[in-house]
């Protein structure tokens, strides 16, 4: 199920919240839900936005590695497929797609890993279907899965630091706005959340966090702009899905996280991605 702008209209009345309404609606962001539906790898389209399987990709993008391990491949995501949404203006291009690797491993007991995010703007007859990489393959190949797209509202956690500029703990309205906020949870219901944009789902305090303190800790980095949460922006949200076959440590999320003004630009230099779990 997804959530519109009525039906959260209506849900903030009910929970006695209309005098803030406006601040309630200025916090959630529109996303896209993506729903999965298995389907061998041959019978989706080369290109096609996709989940697992292999990618499709051009000559000059190689595929991943990491300590001489390939990186597992989570998805591809063509940028055409987002255009009828009216979600362009966060793009740079729509004739472009967007590939997710990631290598996750068990590090003295903290799910962590690395991610590799490669855009490519081209001639789209020039992709092709790769195979497994010649080498001793330890990672997963996930469950290929096509994609459908469905515009959806998602509603800013009261862990995120945009939240606070608008509700103080100390404030009466902050208990009726977690109320609503479980409320939306429980009318969503429990099947996965993977989407595109939007506010992520947080299962600990927001992933922009860890993104801007990623860049704090680094001494050689001087740029105040990718070390403020508030400057980040959710690319893709992947979900513990059995389906799928992902986990993220124990019933965790993964997030794909970019700087917004880079995320303009085509520029993924600086893109971050976060394990969070239960």
């Known amino acids: ?163 606070c500029e608008y509700f103080g703990d100390t404030d009466n309205d902050d208990k009726k706005y977690r109320e609503l906020f479980w409320a939306v949870g429980r009318l969503l219901g429990l099947e996965p959340i993977h989407q595109i944009f939007g506010n992520p789902q947080s299962i600990q305090d927001s992933p922009f966090e860890d993104c801007s303190n990623s860049f704090i800790q680094k001494a050689d980095i001087r740029d105040a702009y990718l070390k403020n949460p508030a400057n980040w922006e959710l690319l893709l949200q992947i979900d513990t899905d059995k389906k799928f076959g992902t986990g993220w440590g124990d019933n965790g999320r993964l997030f794909f996280c970019i700087p917004r003004h880079e995320l303009k630009q085509g520029i993924f230099d600086n893109a971050i991605a976060v394990i969070q779990r239960y």
């Not at 990672?139 to 096509?146: A, E």
């Open 1 to 163: 199920m997804t959530l519109t702008w009525f039906e959260l209209s209506a849900m903030i009345d009910d929970f006695e919240l209309t005098h803030r309404k406006e601040d309630i609606l200025e916090l959630c962001q529109s996303s896209l839900r993506i729903q999965l539906t298995e389907t061998p790898d041959n019978e989706i389209s080369v290109g096609a936005s996709k989940f697992g399987g292999m990618p499709d990709l051009p000559p000059q993008i190689k595929f991943p590695e990491y300590e001489r391990q390939p990186f597992e491949f989570i998805a591809q995501i063509n940028l055409a497929d987002i255009e009828p949404f009216a979600l362009k203006r966060k793009l740079p291009s729509t004739t472009s797609i967007i590939y997710f690797f990631y290598k996750s491993y068990d590090d003295n007991l903290q799910w962590v890993g690395k991610e590799a995010i490669y855009f490519y703007t081209g001639n789209m007859s020039e992709i092709q279907r790769v195979s497994r990489p010649n080498m001793v393959y330890e990672g997963r190949i996930y469950q290929p899965c096509k994609v459908t797209l469905i515009w959806e509202l998602t509603f800013c956690d009261f862990l995120d630091s945009a939240y």
